[in-house]
């Protein structure tokens, strides 16, 4: 671990606000009781994660990680231990609107435009129109989407919807963004080219990021920290603080030093791999 190099990178506000982590979970576990039997979908999870974080969660299918996810998001609720986010019950958190969530499917409407879509959470907060207008366009442009206003979902590409519904997620403003798989279902090409534009969004507004993934390279280009978790139960095996510099770019991933951490997360997913599956 490299904690020194980590802090000697990241902002001075980033700095200011480690002093009490943005996600903070102690002794955390969940079970689901079903009709063949408890699932011990989370068992004993230990983790901090400090604001202007990029953290992955990795592991094979079935380890928990869309379980941890919607516990941050107050989705599903532990059966033991603690969580907060930014020092209140993940309840709270939800209520005052402190994340943003973004879904493995883009799921926007298809009967309202990619602005409409952009606009919906801010017409249920109850924003007026000017507000709500400065933000969507705010959002698109920062996704890359100036230009594409007032066309439908289905005009545009998966990559592009997945933009419009990272768009969405961030018209709420909000400082903690949660994303499952969020380009899981895309082709290699396009997701390169999202993971580098998300990288430069969360370099340019330094929220913090939680982010469900199942590829190594995804992971390691974009996180400060790399949680590798193993099934049955769920649980943490290893928790990986990138060294890499967060300025980077997709070439990043021909290094010595990205490829030393991608072999870190490999031999954790080897090792809490089991070949029954
Ligand atoms: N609502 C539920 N009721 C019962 N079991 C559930 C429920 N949700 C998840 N599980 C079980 O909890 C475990 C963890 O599931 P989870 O979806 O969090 O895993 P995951 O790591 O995100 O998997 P994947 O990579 O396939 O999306 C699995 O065994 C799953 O079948």
Redesign the pocket.
């Known amino acids: 671990m490299n904690t020194a190099a980590h802090l000697h990178t990241a902002t001075p506000q980033a700095r200011d606000a480690r002093a009490r982590p943005v996600i903070d979970i102690e002794k955390l576990s969940l079970t689901?009781e079903?009709n063949d039997g408890p699932?011990h979908?989370l068992s004993n999870i230990d983790l901090k994660i400090d604001e202007g974080d990029f953290v992955s969660f990795i592991?094979?299918?079935?380890?928990?990680?869309?379980?941890?996810l919607?516990v941050i998001a107050d989705l599903e609720q532990p059966t033991g231990g603690r969580i907060a986010v930014n020092g209140m019950s993940p309840e709270e958190a939800r209520l005052k609107r402190a994340y943003g969530y973004v879904f493995q499917a883009a799921a926007l409407y298809p009967w309202r435009t990619i602005a409409d879509n952009v606009a919906l959470p801010l017409e249920i907060m109850g924003l007026d129109p000017k507000e709500r207008a400065e933000r969507v366009a705010r959002n698109m442009e920062l996704v890359n989407l100036k230009g594409f206003e007032k066309k439908y979902p289905w005009q545009l590409s998966g990559g592009m919807q997945q933009r419009a519904s990272i768009a969405r997620a961030l018209a709420v403003e909000p400082k903690l963004l949660l994303m499952d798989?969020p380009f899981g279902a895309l082709d290699e090409i396009v997701r390169d080219h999202l993971n580098d534009q998300l990288h430069q969004l969360w370099a340019k507004t330094n929220k913090t990021v939680v982010f469900?993934t199942?590829s190594i390279p995804e992971a390691v280009y974009l996180s400060t920290k790399i949680v590798v978790?193993c099934?049955r139960p769920?649980r943490i095996y290893d928790v990986i603080e990138s060294d890499l510099p967060r300025a980077r770019t997709l070439d990043i991933r021909e290094t010595p030093e990205f490829l030393k951490v991608a072999h870190r997360v490999r031999e954790g997913l080897k090792a809490g791999h089991s070949y029954e599956d």
Not at 59 to 68: A, D, E, H, I, R
């Open positions: 689901f079903t699932v979908a592991g094979p299918s079935g380890c928990g990680k869309t379980t941890l919607r798989e469900v199942h978790l099934p769920g």
